[in-house]
Nanobody, 115 residues
Framework: QVQLVESGGGLVQPGGSLRLSCAAS????????MSWYRQAPGKERELVAG???????NYANSVKGRFTISRDNAKNTVYLQMNSLKPEDTAAYYC?????????WGQGTQVTVSS
C-alpha cells in the first residue's frame, strides 16, 4: 500500500523556520522524483520545490534562497527546510511522488505563518 505521510507543519512567526518531512512507503522511493506543493485557501495548488531521483533540484521563484528540498533514500523521506518564512507562505503543503505514469500524493500538512 502506497503511503506518503507529511509532518512538521505548524504555526510559526514571520522570519521563523520549519522543516517538513514526507515519509514514503509502498514503493521504491529511490526511483521516484519527489516534489513539494502548496495550496492556500482560494488558490490553485502550486509547485514549491522538486528533487529528481538523482538529486537535481528546482524551486519556485518565490521560495528560492529560503527553502531547501532534500531527500534521504535510506529513510525513504523527503524534506523541505523552510527559512525566513513569510505570511504568504501560509498554505497546506503536500508531497508528491512521480515516476513515468505513476503519481502519488500525500494528505498534506498545514503551515501557518503569523504573528
Amino acid at each position: 500500500q502506497v503511503q506518503l505521510v507529511e509532518s512538521g507543519g505548524g504555526l510559526v512567526q514571520p522570519g521563523g523556520s520549519l522543516r517538513l518531512s514526507c515519509a514514503a512507503s509502498g514503493f521504491t522511493f529511490s526511483n521516484y522524483a519527489m516534489s513539494w506543493y502548496r495550496q492556500a485557501p482560494g488558490k490553485e495548488r502550486e509547485l514549491v520545490a522538486g528533487i529528481t531521483n538523482t538529486g537535481n533540484t528546482n524551486y519556485a521563484n518565490s521560495v528560492k534562497g529560503r527553502f531547501t528540498i532534500s531527500r534521504d533514500n535510506a529513510k525513504n523521506t523527503v524534506y523541505l527546510q523552510m527559512n525566513s518564512l513569510k505570511p504568504e507562505d501560509t498554505a497546506a503543503y503536500y508531497c508528491k511522488a512521480i515516476r513515468l505514469y505513476l503519481l502519488y500524493w500525500g494528505q498534506g500538512t498545514q503551515v501557518t505563518v503569523s504573528s
